[in-house]
C-alpha cells in the first residue's frame, strides 16, 4: 500500500509541475511601443523626453544606418538590481529603437523581463517594463516563438555553443581601473570600427557595461552592424530564420532524453546539416576570434564555408 501512496504522491507531484510550468507566462525578447506616420529625428526626440520624464537616464546613442536609432537607457531599479548577481552587469541597460518602416515610424524596446531571466538576474525588473510601458505604450511582443522565465534561466543559444555563465575573457590588467581605461582607449581609437555609444556603471560594484557601434572593415562583415541587421531583420530574410525554427523544434525533439545525440539518426543528420549551412558558418576570414591571422580555414577568404 505504501508503494501505491508514493506513486501516486509523485504522479501529483509531476502534474502540479506541469501545471505551474503552463501557467508560467511566455515572454518575448522585444516589446513594440507604437507605431505611425511621423519623422524619425521628432520621434527620437520625443522619446527621450518621455524616458527621462519617466525617471530613465539616456546614457547614450545612435544611428547605425539610415532611418534608425538605437538609444540606451538605463535607471535605478536596473543598476541596483544588476548588482545582485554575478553577470548582471549585462541587464544594466536597455535598449529603445526608433525605425522607419516604409510609411510608418516604429517605436520598440527590449522587453525588461525577459532579459533578466536571460541575464539570469536577481530580480525581474517589472518596475521597469512598467515604467517603459507607461512612458512609450505597448502594442505587442515579438521576436521570437517565446520562453518561460524558467526556459529563459537556462536559455541555450544552440548545441555547441557557450552557456551564458561560460564567459569568454579577452584580456587581463593589473585592476578594475586599468581595464576601464583600456577599454575607454580602444573604443576612442575606433580599434576594428567599434566604438563607444554609452557606459554604465553598476551601482556598488566593479563592473561596467560598454554599448557598442561597430562598423567593421569590408573584410569583417560579422562585426558590422549595418551587415548584421540586413541578414536578420529584413523579411526576406524572416523566412530562412522560420526555416531554421523548425530545424530547431526537430532537434528538440531528437535530443529530448538524451545526453548526446550519438546513436540518434534524426539528431546525428540534423548534426551534419547544420555543420555545412553557411547560415551558421558565414564566410572564410582567415583570423581567429582576436583577429589574428591563421594559415587555413574551411574556405578560401570571403567565401562561404559550407
Same mark, same amino acid.
Request: include cysteine; hydrophobic fraction near 45%.
Given at each position: 500500500m505504501s508503494r501505491i501512496w508514493k506513486s501516486l504522491?509523485?504522479?501529483?507531484?509531476?502534474?502540479?509541475?506541469?501545471?505551474?510550468?503552463a501557467q508560467e507566462p511566455v515572454l518575448k525578447p522585444f516589446v513594440l511601443a507604437?507605431?505611425?506616420?511621423?519623422? +524619425?529625428?521628432?520621434?527620437?526626440?520625443?522619446?527621450?523626453a518621455a524616458l527621462a520624464k519617466a525617471g530613465f537616464t539616456v546614457a547614450g546613442s545612435y544611428s547605425p544606418y539610415a532611418?534608425?536609432? +538605437?538609444? /540606451?537607457?538605463?535607471?535605478?531599479?536596473?543598476?541596483?538590481?544588476?548588482?545582485?548577481?554575478?553577470?548582471?552587469?549585462?541587464?544594466?541597460?536597455?535598449?529603445?529603437? +526608433?525605425?522607419? @518602416?516604409?510609411?510608418?515610424?516604429q517605436v520598440s524596446y527590449t522587453n525588461p523581463p525577459y532579459w533578466a531571466g536571460v541575464y539570469r538576474m536577481n530580480g525581474d525588473l517589472k518596475d521597469t517594463a512598467a515604467k517603459l510601458q507607461a512612458a512609450l505604450g505597448r502594442v505587442e511582443e515579438f521576436g521570437a516563438n517565446g520562453l518561460t522565465p524558467a526556459q529563459l534561466r537556462k536559455y541555450h543559444y544552440a548545441f555547441g555553443m557557450e552557456y551564458f555563465n561560460e564567459d569568454n575573457s579577452l584580456a587581463g590588467y593589473g585592476s578594475h581601473e586599468e581595464a576601464v581605461k583600456a577599454v575607454e582607449a580602444g573604443l576612442a581609437a575606433g580599434?576594428?570600427? @567599434?566604438?563607444?555609444?554609452?557606459?554604465?556603471?553598476?551601482?556598488?560594484?566593479k563592473e561596467v557595461l560598454f554599448g557598442v557601434a561597430m562598423k567593421g572593415p569590408a573584410d569583417s562583415r560579422m562585426m558590422d552592424d549595418a551587415y548584421l541587421m540586413s541578414e536578420i531583420d529584413f523579411k526576406e530574410v524572416k523566412a530562412d530564420l522560420e526555416a531554421f525554427g523548425r530545424d530547431l523544434e526537430r532537434? @528538440?525533439?531528437?535530443?529530448?532524453?538524451?545526453?548526446?545525440?550519438?546513436?540518434n539518426a534524426a539528431a546525428e543528420t540534423l /548534426?551534419?546539416?547544420?555543420?555545412?549551412?553557411?547560415?551558421?558558418?558565414?564566410?572564410?576570414? %582567415? %583570423?581567429?576570434?582576436?583577429?589574428?591571422?591563421?594559415?587555413?580555414?574551411?574556405?578560401?577568404?570571403?567565401?562561404?564555408?559550407?
Open positions: 504522491s509523485l504522479v501529483i507531484l509531476t502534474l502540479c509541475a506541469a501545471l505551474a510550468f507604437s507605431k505611425g506616420a511621423g519623422d +524619425v529625428a521628432q520621434k527620437v526626440e520625443a522619446t527621450k532611418n534608425t536609432t +538605437v538609444i /540606451g537607457v538605463t535607471g535605478d531599479e536596473l543598476r541596483s538590481t544588476a548588482a545582485k548577481s554575478e553577470h548582471g552587469g549585462y541587464g544594466a541597460a536597455m535598449r529603445v529603437a +526608433v525605425v522607419r @518602416v516604409k510609411d510608418e515610424v580599434k576594428q570600427g @567599434v566604438t563607444k555609444v554609452y557606459r554604465v556603471d553598476v551601482a556598488g560594484k532537434a @528538440v525533439e531528437a535530443f529530448q532524453g538524451l545526453e548526446s545525440g550519438a546513436g /548534426g551534419k546539416k547544420w555543420f555545412f549551412d553557411g547560415r551558421f558558418s558565414g564566410t572564410a576570414t %582567415l %583570423l581567429d576570434q582576436l583577429k589574428r591571422p591563421v594559415p587555413y580555414a574551411r574556405a578560401a577568404k570571403g567565401a562561404v564555408m559550407t
